[in-house]
């Protein structure tokens, strides 16, 4: 399934700021919250997390 460029950016944004607010948790615990509520594959979030650190997130 083709996903919207739109969507796919909100996505990156809520991943990288949910990460941000929750900085004093372990990455395992804040990757298995998010997998919970996107409902995404740990490896999928990774891949958000590494990518979203190479570019801004807009708030």
């Known amino acids: 399934m083709r996903r919207s460029k739109q969507l796919l950016e ?3 944004d809520y ?3 949910y990460l941000n607010a929750n900085q004093a948790k372990q ?3 804040v990757v298995a919250e998010l997998s919970d509520t ?3 594959t740990e ?4 891949t958000i997390i590494n ?3 190479t570019t801004p997130a807009t708030t």
């Open 27 to 29: 990455m395992k615990v």
């Open 15 to 17: 991943v990288i700021n």
């Open 43 to 46: 490896r999928t979030i990774y």
């Open 10 to 12: 909100k996505r990156r």
């Open 51 to 53: 990518e979203g650190l």
């Open 38 to 40: 996107l409902f995404l």
